[in-house]
């Protein structure tokens, strides 16, 4: 029996990823009734196999006002559908620095996406790819492969501006997205500068610009955007794109920690409290940071004064976040 390796949903929309390599889509229909709307039990809309290895990631998104499935799998291929077809729009083979292989390929178990690209890690190599076309409803075909981190990819994140979040030993390293046309005096520093050469004159052309972190971090040689000393296991991004959530570990720390950073400078807060470890994280609606302990009751985190742009990006202080009363100004 195979076992569901990817799961995504949006609105009445459902698309499961399993361990055989099937990919299937469940949509829920609305039907009318006294009482109001409810719903009929899910439909599968179509179901294929995507990928050989099975498919390990899936996300749903919306391009040119339509819907568009992204998978990637065991393969070492992403592959993106329409919710009516069952067959890919574009499929695409991904190239990545010290990537893990299985017997079928480069295993892509990593993946984001937002109306313009989709993203996912190959190893220690980003892997950025076009979705948006002026003029036609359907994929692109652009795609970079970024150069690649000094440690392998642990988790992504693509944040509400674009931005791109990685996550590895030493920190997060994040990938500023602008247009051709955009100043680029508000990144501090840039170390690397990727294109995305789409040829449509209508669309600018996107760039990624690796945001460099403090002066220690590029001594280091760990040159993390937002640093940390040790692993950042698991990353998480508010929905509003202002904070990022992190599972982290480090040599000599005996409990789980829960760490957090505020995107607009880079300053980052310790959670401490937990009592076991991180399986899953999640952010309520305004942020509120979860604890598990019953002296650190949960707190919002947006009391905290933001400070204004443009952006710095580059953490000096590690102040401990235990209370609201404890918070840093």
Known sequence: ????????????????????????????SPISSIGGDSARPP????ACDAHAGGTLGVVLTHSTQRQLIISSGGDGWVRVWGTELGVPLFAHAVIGADATRGPYGMLLELLVADP????????????VGQLHMPGQDMPGKGTLTMEPL???????????????????FGGVTLFHRTASDTKHSTVRTPTQSCTIPNGYPTLPTMHYIRVAGSERTRRDDIG????FNGWVRSLLASPNGKWLAAHVSAAGRQTPSLWLWRCADGADFECSGLSAPINAMGWSVPPLPKRHSPPCPPHPITTIPQPSPPPILASQHRPIFNHPNTAPS
Do not use: K
């Open 43 to 46: 439909v599968a809309e179509f």
């Open 150 to 168: 000094p440690h392998a990819i642990d988790d992504l994140q693509l944040l509400p501006n674009g931005t791109i979040a990685v996550a590895s």
């Open 1 to 28: 029996m195979c076992s569901v390796t990817a799961l995504c949903s949006e609105e009445r929309t459902v698309a499961v990823g399993y361990s055989s390599g099937c990919l299937t889509l469940f949509i829920w």
């Open 224 to 227: 993390a955007s937002l640093p």
């Open 116 to 127: 313009l690209v989709w993203a996912t890690a190959a190893g220690r190599s980003v892997v």
